[in-house]
C-alpha cells in the first residue's frame, strides 16, 4: 500500500485516479479547493489552494507518491510552472515521487515531429496550456538526478467531454502520439487512471514521460 496525494483530485483526471488507487487499497489523499459532490468512499478529501506553500508541503510530506492533475486555468493561469517547481524541490527533499498528468499537444504526430500543436488545425485556443504543459516536462527532465518523477500524456481525446468507459485495455508510448487505425487518438478517464496507479504500483517510466491511448 502507497500514501498517494492527488492534487487536483476532484477534476476529471485526478477524480478518477482517486478513485482506481482506494480501489486498489492505497492511502489516498485528495487535494483541492472545493469537496466534491459525490467524495470516494475510504478516500481522505482536503480543500486548498496549490499556490499555498503549506498545502504544497503537506500534500509531499504526507505521502509516498504525489501525483499533479491541476489544469492551468483561471487563477493558475501562467502560475502552474511555479507551483511544479516547488513540488518539485518538496518531493525530492522528502523522497517522494511525483507525477504529473499533463496533455497531448507536446507529443509528436511521428518519429522526427511536427508536436501535435504544430500541426495544421490544433485549435489555437488550447496552445496557452500546452505550452504550460510542455514547460513542465521540461523543467522535470532537467531536474536533478536524485528526484523520481513521471509525466503522463492522455490520447489527443481526453477529458469530462468524451468520457468513454473503462476497458482494462490500452497502450502506453512514449513521445509519438498513439492512434488507432482510424488515427484516432483516444482514452476514458478510467483507463488512463489505470496506467497511473499501475505506474504507482510498479514503476517503469522513472524520470520519463508515457502516454495512453487505445
Known amino acids: 500500500m502507497a500514501r498517494i496525494t492527488v492534487l487536483g483530485g476532484t477534476g476529471y483526471a485526478g477524480a478518477h485516479i482517486v478513485a482506481e488507487a482506494v480501489a486498489r487499497g492505497h492511502e489516498v489523499t485528495s487535494v483541492s479547493r472545493s469537496t466534491p459532490a459525490e467524495p470516494v468512499e ?54 517522494a515521487r511525483l507525477g504529473v498528468v499533463g496533455g497531448a499537444g507536446s507529443l509528436l504526430v511521428a518519429e522526427g515531429g511536427p508536436k501535435l500543436m504544430d500541426t495544421e488545425g490544433f485549435p489555437t485556443e488550447f496552445l496557452p496550456e500546452v505550452r504550460t504543459g510542455e514547460a513542465l516536462l521540461e523543467a522535470l527532465r532537467a531536474a536533478p538526478e536524485s528526484l523520481d518523477w513521471f509525466y503522463v500524456s492522455p490520447a489527443a481525446e ?57
Open 42 to 95: 475510504g478516500a481522505t478529501y482536503r480543500t486548498g489552494s496549490v499556490l499555498d506553500d503549506a498545502v504544497l508541503a503537506r500534500a509531499v510530506g504526507d505521502a509516498d507518491v504525489v501525483v499533479e492533475t491541476v489544469s492551468p486555468r483561471g487563477e493558475l493561469e501562467g502560475r502552474l510552472e511555479g507551483v511544479v517547481d516547488r513540488l518539485a524541490v518538496l518531493a525530492e527533499d522528502a523522497g
Open 158 to 214: 481526453f477529458g469530462a467531454w468524451a468520457p468513454g468507459e473503462a476497458t482494462g485495455t490500452f497502450r502506453i508510448g512514449g513521445d509519438v502520439l498513439l492512434t488507432d487505425e482510424d488515427g484516432r487518438s483516444f482514452v476514458s478517464g478510467a483507463d488512463l487512471a489505470t496506467a497511473v496507479v499501475d505506474e504507482i504500483e510498479r514503476p517503469a517510466h522513472s524520470r520519463r514521460r508515457f502516454g495512453v491511448a487505445y
